[in-house]
């Protein structure tokens, strides 16, 4: 596993572990079931605050990333599925919301696409 973190980033340090390990977790350079170094292990490594790592890895493990398994460490969870569901439940609130508000399904579709290109880019 490889993170480097810039301090003249405008991310703050826990968001770039965060991405970076949700990045490599999503690519398979991570692989499902590969454990994590500790907290504490991955704070020191890096040059950070153990709180720092400790709020990412609390953010990787609600995304569904992570997941923690007690004293037998941190492990890289199957979070594809995770990610899908939590996806596909968020789609169908929306759908539900957009119907009760009277668009039609181009409009929503259009919001959605304007929505994507301002999170992910132009190119969305």
């Known amino acids: 596993m490889s993170l480097k973190i810039r301090i003249d980033d405008s991310a703050p340090p826990y968001e770039q572990v965060r991405a970076q390990i949700s990045e490599q977790a ?67 609130a929306y759908a539900d919301r957009a119907r009760r508000l009277g668009l039609g399904e181009e409009e929503a579709l259009a919001a959605v696409r304007d929505a994507l290109r301002a999170a992910y880019g132009a190119g969305a």
């Open 26 to 92: 999503r690519s398979g350079v991570l692989p499902v079931g590969y454990r994590l170094p500790t907290v504490r292990g991955l704070a020191e490594s890096l040059g950070l605050a153990v709180n720092t790592v400790a709020k990412a890895y609390r953010a990787l493990e609600g995304d569904g990333v992570i997941e923690t398994r007690g004293r037998l460490g941190t492990y890289v969870a199957a979070a594809g599925s995770a990610a899908q569901r939590e996806a596909s439940l968020a789609a169908q």
